[in-house]
């Protein structure tokens, strides 16, 4: 199993920048692709980004690209999503989630961690 907990969300301006973090405990952290969802309230959880075992590729949905940014740091057991531009629409709770990096990236999400709010004012 691997267990994850995310930080770095919080308040922030329309136009501005976070960055969060998502830290891996547990088994090897590069047999995971990882990937970020968020869940506004009163919507379904979307995905916002995945990145495989490696970091080579990367995956967006459109209406991110350009503006948010993963990447990872396998040393030390650490995915990061980069928000730059920050939109109103961005504001939701932020979750990292984890898939064996063999079934990438047609596999499901099998480990999730708690979530971390991001709130992007107008």
């Known amino acids: 199993q691997v267990q994850l907990v995310e930080s770095g969300g919080g308040l922030v301006q329309a136009g501005g920048s976070l960055r969060l973090s998502c830290a891996a405990s547990?088994?090897?952290?590069?047999?995971?692709?990882m990937g970020w969802f968020r869940q506004a309230p009163g919507k379904d959880r979307d995905f916002v980004a995945a990145?495989?075992?490696?970091?080579?590729?990367?995956y967006y949905a459109d209406s991110v690209k350009g503006r948010f940014t993963i990447s990872r740091d396998n040393a030390k057991n650490t995915v990061y999503l980069q928000m730059n531009r920050l939109k109103a629409e961005d504001t939701a709770v932020y979750y990292c989630?984890?898939?064996?990096?063999?079934?990438?990236?047609?596999?499901?999400?099998?480990?999730w961690g708690q979530g971390t709010q991001v709130t992007v004012s107008s």
């Open positions: 989630a984890a898939q064996s990096a063999t079934q990438f990236p047609r596999g499901t999400y099998d480990y």
């Open positions: 547990g088994r090897t952290f590069n047999a995971y692709a």
């Open positions: 990145i495989n075992w490696s970091g080579a590729s990367t």
